[in-house]
């Protein structure tokens, strides 16, 4: 892979003055790719649901500063379609989504609503533009059918989904590979101009994330107020990765895109290298060291809901047709992670810019924090 700050000056060269639509802006993944839109000079109009609490990284990094904001739901296909022909993008990013596995078994039918029928909207609204317009469509690396192998998945293997969530993405998928066929079909791209990019990406961590129900945010509260962590598959394996390399997966895929959509309309896999696939109790004991202190125990429930125990993505196809390649393994992604709430309960004030400058040592691939 280049030299990533020559790779930040390229993907300028793609962005600046660039229309993105945003969906998900408000969201953990959303917040960063803005800042990192707003660093490239694009122009953004993001589409979502409010942030949940007054610390989510949306409302810590200024995000009403750095786009456009339309609070609506994905559901509500006049509202979404009219944002997306008023503002007349060169790209869209979708990443508004119900992603959460376990509020999926509470939630199932909103889930499909959001992930599945949310997506075909934004199509729609992909649909009515006369301009070209490039999509990259953003859904995880659970649309696998979940064989529990140790061999990892590649783009081309099954997809299929045991809870909600994973089902809804798998459904969304079929939902753009429709969508692709039927109306951007890539046979016919001179006439329509519009081109559509899967990116599947795995567990991603990273500062400014508050879900419930994910192992990094519980972490972090439980450290924060000088608790034991409670875990609950400690044996569960999970492909780590920093937030920043699936985003900057995605940003090289639209990039892509723009150059050879026949090539690129297709999926593609972001996850760590193999060895960083770590189980869960090993990333808590790395998560305490770095916090400086703590404990955790196992809390095993026998009725909790079905979670897959072992997921690997092949990620083969992006070091090949993008360029692009982890940068962080499990344990300086890690270090970067706890490194950003630990500057934010210390000095929430100059959160954004630490955000900042956490872009441009990743870029930069320096040591972790403030120099
Ligand atoms: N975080 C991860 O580890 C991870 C892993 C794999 C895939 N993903 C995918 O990445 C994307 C972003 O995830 P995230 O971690 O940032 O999630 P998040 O919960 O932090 O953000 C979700 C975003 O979607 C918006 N949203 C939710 N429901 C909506 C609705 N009905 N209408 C409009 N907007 C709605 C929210 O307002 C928010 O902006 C999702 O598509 C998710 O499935 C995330």
Redesign the pocket.
């Given at each position: 892979m280049e030299n990533l700050v020559n790779m930040f000056e390229k993907l300028k060269t793609t962005y600046k003055g660039k229309k993105i639509f945003l969906?998900?802006?408000?969201?953990?993944?959303?917040s960063w790719l803005l800042k990192i839109f707003s660093m490239l000079g694009a122009e953004v109009k993001g589409?979502?649901?409010t942030p949940e609490n007054d610390f989510d990284l949306y409302h810590l990094l200024n995000g009403d500063k750095l786009c456009s904001s339309v609070i609506a739901?994905?559901?509500d296909r006049q509202t979404l379609s009219k944002a997306i022909t008023d503002f007349q993008p060169d790209f869209i990013f979708h990443?508004?989504?119900?992603?959460l596995v376990r509020l999926s078994y509470d939630i199932p039918v909103d889930t499909f609503e959001?992930n599945a029928i949310?997506t075909a909207n934004v199509l729609e609204g992909m649909r009515q533009l006369t301009k070209p317009c490039y999509a990259v469509m953003?859904t995880?690396?659970k649309v696998y059918h979940n064989n529990e192998w140790v061999y990892p998945y590649r783009e081309n293997d099954r997809l299929g989904g045991y809870d909600p969530y994973s089902a809804s993405?798998a459904c969304t998928e079929l939902v753009i590979d429709s969508y692709r066929n039927s109306f951007f079909n890539i046979n016919k791209y001179s006439i329509h101009q519009k081109a559509i990019a899967v990116a599947r990406?795995?567990?991603?961590i990273g500062g400014g994330?508050w879900?419930k129900d994910r192992l990094i945010p519980d972490i972090i509260m439980a450290l924060s107020k000088g608790e034991q962590v409670e875990i609950r598959n400690p044996d569960a394996v999970r492909p780590w990765q920093h937030v920043l390399e699936p985003l900057l997966g995605y940003l090289l895929l639209g990039t892509k895109l723009l150059g050879n959509p026949e090539k690129y309309s297709t999926a593609f896999n972001f996850g760590p290298n193999f060895n960083d696939a770590l189980p869960v109790k090993q990333m808590v004991e790395l998560a305490v060291k770095y916090w400086g202190n703590g404990s955790y125990f196992v809390k095993q429930n026998p009725n909790q809901p079905h979670e897959a125990g072992l997921l690997k993505l092949d990620i083969s196809k992006a070091l090949v047709e993008i360029g692009w390649k982890p940068q962080f393994n499990a344990d300086t992604a890690l270090d970067y992670t706890v490194t950003w709430y630990n500057s934010y309960f210390t000095d929430k004030d100059n959160i954004a810019a630490f955000t900042q400058k956490q872009i441009l040592n990743f870029l930069t691939n320096k040591s972790v924090g403030l120099e």
């Open positions: 969906t998900g802006h408000t969201g953990f993944k959303g589409y979502a649901l739901d994905l559901r990443l508004a989504a119900q992603p959001i949310g953003i995880t690396d993405k990406a795995g567990n991603v994330d879900a």
